[in-house]
């Protein structure tokens, strides 16, 4: 009863620090803590009417704006390094120099964190785009942007043909779709599937960079090599006056980059492309 009353009347940044510092170092801290304890019995023998105005868990705090970007940075880093294994927010307020129970005063799970960071990123990305004129301006924008934020943009393309992350909004992808239209005419749905091919060419040649740990001439070529090619499917495209197929049409199902609406297809069309797979074997 004595340590129910207490939890009600300690301050608040004194209860937080107690239980971090003891998992931290229940040695070291021990002594805070129990300095914590006396405080909170004083205080409830001197009654209620004489307590501080910060008790009672409400203690005013400077905001800090440099808060959530620390958090989605650290989880960006965590998520890197080991995927959702290492994502815990226990790891993610230590990462960030902060509390647990901060974090989740501003995210109420992993699932809300990644959310959040999916759509930094994403804004951030479609900001390097925007100011571009033309489909080899945007991937050129792309691609620095994919190697200077190496962290953010695998959490970003993470399971995107899945949701959450499909239902999400592509403005990225429509960007250049529609710079796509805009060179080749038409309008940016009939180039669906001339985009998806660039796009592969654009996150292959980044996640090759980023994870084969490209570096100096390797890396500076496989870049070129990617605005090279790009601008070789382009040219092609537009002394063609219909694109190649290698097997069946986009089917109508199959809507990429406009949020909910998106969708991957139906079961019906999966297996007829498994089929078209086992005849060219």
């Known amino acids: 009863m004595v340590f129910r009353r207490a939890r009600r009347w300690i301050p608040g940044f004194l209860w937080e620090d107690c239980r971090s510092g003891i998992q931290r170092n229940p040695r070291c801290d021990i002594a805070y803590s129990v300095f914590g304890i006396k405080y909170t019995l004083l205080l409830i023998q001197c009654?209620?009417?004489?307590?501080?105005?910060?008790?009672?868990g409400k203690v005013p705090r400077h905001p800090d704006p440099d808060l959530e970007k620390?958090?989605?940075?650290?989880?960006?880093?965590?998520?890197?390094?080991g995927g959702e294994k290492k994502l815990t927010m226990r790891a993610i307020a230590s990462a960030a120099e902060t509390t647990t129970p901060t974090v989740y005063e501003r995210y109420r799970d992993r699932?809300?964190?990644?959310?959040?960071?999916?759509?930094?990123?994403?804004?951030?990305?479609?900001?390097?785009?925007?100011p571009t004129r033309n489909l080899a301006g945007a991937v050129q924008g792309y691609l620095e942007f994919a190697l200077d934020n190496p962290h953010g943009y695998q959490v970003l393309f993470d399971g995107v043909g899945k949701p959450p992350s499909l239902y999400e909004p592509w403005p990225s992808f429509n960007l250049?779709?529609?710079?796509?239209?805009?060179?080749?005419?038409?309008?940016?749905?009939q180039h669906n599937r001339l985009m998806l091919a660039i796009w592969s060419l654009m996150h292959g040649t980044a996640m090759l960079i980023i994870r084969g740990g490209f570096e100096g001439a390797l890396r500076m070529q496989a870049?070129?090599?990617?605005l090279d090619m790009v601008q070789v499917i382009i040219r092609a495209s537009a002394q063609s006056k219909s694109f190649v197929h290698s097997g069946p049409k986009w089917p109508a199902s199959l809507v990429l980059g406009e949020a909910e609406r998106s969708s991957v297809g139906n079961g019906d069309q999966k297996e007829k492309i498994g089929r078209a797979a086992k005849r060219r074997r």
């Not at 209620?48 to 009672?56: D, E, I, Q, T, W």
């Open 47 to 56: 009654g209620s009417n004489k307590l501080p105005k910060f008790v009672g």
């Open 111 to 130: 699932a809300d964190i990644l959310r959040a960071l999916r759509s930094k990123v994403r804004s951030e990305l479609f900001a390097a785009l925007s």
């Open 70 to 81: 620390r958090i989605l940075t650290a989880a960006s880093r965590l998520w890197a390094r």
């Open 176 to 189: 250049m779709r529609q710079r796509l239209a805009e060179e080749l005419g038409g309008t940016p749905r």
């Open 223 to 226: 870049i070129h090599a990617c």
